[in-house]
């Protein structure tokens, strides 16, 4: 194996074994973290495996026929995903987000879903469900994903430029086919549908005016396309402060070809600013996550494929959440009001705000610990 191999599954990712009070009370739903921030959105990631390699996520180099992804059994099933998404309702999540790795890649994912949607929150409410994707199944997927009670979807598309959008997923990937996934999800009423590009200088921010262009015209209001700053995360993508074009720059360009104005955040914790076109074009949404951190309102937890939570996206270690769920204590299973215990208490000690401090920091964080790869925390 060459250098830039990372290791093998089992030792991926640091991780502790959650502390489970031996007096366990049922969740509240009202957890606050050391910095006041509630519990509202989970994202799961249900796979490692992506059928892209998009340089800026899983780059070819390093994610090679080499590489060894986790095994079947590492996985969380389906399951044991719902056991825990349920215990985090109870802490006060109202919405989950499904990703990976590419989530569609998971056998059987409107199973899941189906799952998922059974759950309610204290209030007796259904769940907020959504997916992120690349879109390279959605074709095919977008009605039984639909129907098994996924609410919305986010497509992934960094150009609408079919050669500049096969060198960005570097599988040579048509863009015709993601286009036709967006208007399956529409058909479906899996609405509205997001679009993410993620912005690098020089490789695709020629494409922000072009990708709106075809958004209003072919897609209009239905379609909110939004603009992700390329974000240091993991250790594998060799990012480049000079490689991130501030979403300031998206604006201006964007509204030197169709004026904006900006919208109110609708939610606390909202990752986007949003912006209307004037005309009544519909709206655009920017995600500063370099240039304008936004820790102070995140309220998001992340689930990894097998099973490791992880509080912040640029997080080194995780918590294991499997060894509970596979473990024992006294040689009985551990019980919900456990096993959530102990969630609450990974929430309750969380202070972490790595962008508002990135500027702060050398290019890798002080602990001299490897970050967590997105592709296996999700996005
Ligand atoms: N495969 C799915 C997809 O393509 O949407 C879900 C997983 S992907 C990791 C989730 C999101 O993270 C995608 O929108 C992707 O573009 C974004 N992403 C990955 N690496 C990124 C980076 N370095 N900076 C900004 N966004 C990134």
Redesign the pocket.
Known sequence: MGDNHIPLADLRYAATVPHVPALASAPTGLLSDRRGRPLHDLRI?VTDR?N?R?S???PKEVFDGSYKFLPQTSLLSFEEITRLARLFVAHGVHKLRL?????LLRKHLEVLIGMLAGLRTPEGEPLDITL????SLLERKAQALKDAGLQRV???L?ALDDTIFRRMNDVDFPVADVLRGIEAALRAGLAPVKI???VKRGTNDQEIVPLARHVREHFGPAVVLRF???????AS?G?RMDEVLPSADVVSRLSAAFPLQPVQAATVGETAERWRYVDGGGEIGVIS?VTRAFCSDCNRARLSTEGKLFLCLFASRGHDLRALLRGTRDGRPYTDDEIAAAIGLIWQGREDRYSELRGAMAADPGSGERRVE??YI??
Do not use: L
Request: negative net charge; proline residues 3%; charged residues 10%.
């Open positions: 990631s992506c892209f998009c800026y996520c899983m990703t990976g790795g590419e989530p992120t994707t690349n879109g986010t497509v992934s960094d993410n590009m993620v992700i700053e390329y974000m240091d995360v993991g993508n990012w996550s997105m592709h999700g996005g």
